[in-house]
């Protein structure tokens, strides 16, 4: 399996900035994509941007131009920049991993950290 761990959320003041950050272990053979989705009460989680093993990167419309998402590979690291924040950017972000994974042998998985909320106010 994979395990995520999740840093960096906190309280902000609209137009301030915030780095999240994720970090992978466990039993990983190679890492397919890592990213970062968020979800409010009441709506579906969506994804907010992911980087693949190759650097493509995928943005949501609201925060390009806004939001950077970097991987360190060799620590099987995310991390999340988020500049010029605004309050509908206030929400539970989820780190997310694609990855190929040991379990006996040689597996795939979709995994999740457990989430950290950011908040910005007006």
């Known amino acids: 399996q994979v395990q995520l761990v999740e840093s960096g959320g906190g309280l902000v003041q609209a137009g301030e900035s915030l780095k999240l950050s994720c970090a992978a272990s466990g039993s990983i053979f190679s890492m397919v994509s890592m990213g970062w989705y968020r979800q409010v009460p009441g709506k579906e989680r969506e994804l907010v941007a992911d980087k693949n093993s190759g650097g493509a990167t995928n943005y949501a419309d609201s925060v390009k131009g806004r939001f950077t998402v970097s991987r360190d590979n060799a620590k099987n690291t995310v991390y999340l920049q988020m500049n010029s924040l605004k309050p509908e950017d206030t929400a539970v972000y989820y780190c997310?991993?694609?990855?190929?994974?040991?379990?006996?042998?040689?597996?795939?998985?979709?995994?999740w950290g457990q989430g950290t909320q950011v908040t910005v106010s007006a």
């Open positions: 997310n991993a694609r990855a190929y994974y040991s379990s006996g042998s040689r597996s795939w998985g979709d995994f």
